[in-house]
């Protein structure tokens, strides 16, 4: 067990947790944020995904003593839910069981921020370690060329 | 007074309204916990008892409306209560939702499977909202006292024109509450509805984006503890002992380590129980991660109990089965081996597919508390009736002291049909004494079984000197399944028609998996259709109109057999025909497949165009035409149209689970491919059948005809055909 404090959606979070600890359960844990998922622990399927500053990363993969910059998660990602990126998901009503729609949205928003304007294949590319097992992908895709174009107007 | 959903608080709603004592109650208590009292059963008329369907009207005008089945992503959360919403006569913004938990005494039918959802609640969810719009009305023509026919209603609006009054349902639910039900409701006529028929949002949606606690798996409980289990690595293998218990025991936030009987001598099993393994270990700790760690350390001797199978062994048995006909054949028309003998022309084609885990986003996980007095569990289950059942048995305790609620869930394709982890749970818990949460990693979601079954199928086609089809014979074979539907299509279009089907055993374990038999039979059915298209010289589309018409016209042998209706088929091809300019000069020199099939109730017809990048498919659109009858929700439908396609494109491409000495040799996301963004098709366009007919399957049906329009787009793309799945290792296609 060793003490950490996190800055996580905004709010600094002391917690006393064994460092190996991925930073995925310690949010889904013991801190219930229960937003950000789990599907395979082991950087396969992004479920897990959150944002490290502002870069998208898999916290099923990120210890607890490895972490170095504020936590974003989809429970932080806006105030009430308007982030573009999700009034764009919204909108195309992409999601079917929704499990892995966090995790999309969390690594869509962090790569929009990176290239405000992404062609289809880039798009792809940003996007491919997230799985959808529902088979939404023509939505994430249309979405977040949504979100992009509404952000540009 | 109209209050929009999302931003309506529903839990001090709920007890506001329940001290203030106001609105109407459809025969339930509105606690979601609760049961209703046999009094409040009774006073249900008895011939209602099958059509019952659960909607509140609070003083404000505000309705909330239960949707009774259980959510898996084919959207039936907002799809149901818009049924109940359009004969209610309400404004859907009006309108919240909430999961009904599993009530027997009220519902029928709680179930998730077979795209039957809809199809079998339309006509009580119809009767629920149609009954409470009727006690609206008696309630205000007993205050007016007016006749109730001169009063009318529209979105949540009662109106007596020739006094000149209207009240909000809301200050007539009071009244309404103590109309006695009426013995008869008369329904809408299909071209009045407002709320049926269009594009509603996902009534989850913002929870979904915000990332509110939705599933199972994020259920946090007081007193809770975590739990996992240790499967046996290899069918075939069943549990010895636990080598070094204390030491696990000893680890850091670890509460216990024991074998489980999930189903004890005596135990009565469920359909649902389905490859559900008898004995297992449980580790039990504070934590997920704390579990997950434990496990890693924990060694279990287990034994060999049956052959261990390897993939070589099935695919040998398989091919052998294949190759020794049945006793009797599942149906025979004519003659087929005369009608070969005749032939000009005839091919032979065998099509084989792999073992498919079901892979649900969310793992497979449950809550259980059970104590001496009852049983409370929460949960992803696509049965919970059956769940309760078995659990009635192992935890040797009453229903009535089961409660089982439904989580929404991360996925289902018929995997949790099957909810041995369940009892694995209750099991857990009632030994533990305490709350706890069973939780599968991906290992174990993998490894488990449950599988869609492995399938060879092989077809045979005659042609006379005309070209036209004289002969077909099908013969498939899976393990622990049945994989031809003898009574489908071409049956009844073919004078001399042979079906044979044969199943191996096998311990892996076999499950429903998203349109079962059909996603897999439908591909290899349609491909073959497609040889056998240019065998004769004939278009794909014409010649397939060919032998419907002929099931219309002379069907052979008795058309009540005959599992399909000719004429809706032929209506699907001739849509999507139209919708993707099939024929057209401009499209000769693209690569494009057609493919059609019935299952689930509805039709589907596809055409698919790609082109090949990197010696690999990209799908470049697809065009769908689907008749499934009335569409509840034209957005979630073509969602669920969608889904079905890239399911259908991504297994038949990439999935396989094979074994080694009965261990599954993909055990997580690495080694099992599954379909990712840069693979999906580029386009999907979905085009209804406008019939009116009464609404039947979606959930299932767009996935297996698209596997046979990819390989026949291949073929044109590449000259080579594809018959074995997945297409993607097939090696004709790596080169
Ligand atoms: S859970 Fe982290 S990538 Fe899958
Ligand atoms: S919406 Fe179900 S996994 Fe993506």
Redesign the pocket.
Known sequence: MAKFDLKINGKTQSLDVDPTTPL?WVLRDHLNLVGT?????????????VHHGDTAV????LTIAAVEKDITTIEGLSENGDHPVQKAWLDEDVYQCGYCQA?QIMNASAFLKSNPNPSDAEIETAMN?NICRCGTYTRIKKAIKNAAAAENA | MTLVKTTYNRRSFLKSSALAGGGMVLGFSWLASCKPTPEQVRNMPKEWFDINGFLKIGDNGLVTIMSPNPEIGQNVKTAMPMIIAEELDVDWNDVLVEQAPLNTDIFTRQLAGGSQSIRQGWQSLRMAGATAKNMLIAAAAEVWQVPADEITTSEGVLTHKGSDRSAGYGEMASAAASVKIPEEVALKDPKDFKIIGTDRKNVDGKDIVTGKPLFGLDLQEENMLTAMIVLPPSFGMKYESIENAEAVKAMSGIKDVFPIDVYPEGVQRQWSDGGGIPQLVAVVGESTWQCMQAKKELKVKWQADSKLESSAYHEEALNSLLNSPPAAPARKDGDVKRAFKNAAKEIERTYSAPFLAHNTMEPMNFFADITAEKAELKGPIQTPEFLEKTLASVLNMPVEKIDIMMTRMGGGFGRRLYGHFGVEAAVISQKMQAPIKLVYNREDDMTQGTYRPAYKVRYKAGLDENNKLIAWHVTGVGTNDDLVFENRFPAGAVDNYLAEKQRLESNVTTGAWRAPRSNFIAGAEQAFMDEVAELAGKDPIDFRLELFDRAIKDPVGDPEKNDYDPKRYAGVLKLVREKADFNAESNKSVARGVAAYYCHNSYVAQVLDLEMEDDMPRVKKVWCAVDCGIVVNPLSARNQIEGGIVDGIGHAMYSQMTFKDGKPEQQN?NRYQLIRHAQAPQEIETFFVDNGIDPTGLGEPSLPPISGALANAMYRATGQRNYHQPFATEKRILG
């Open positions: 995925l998922k789990y599907g395979c622990g082991i950087a396969q399927c992004g479920a897990c995904t898999r916290s099923c993969q995790g370690g | 996301f």
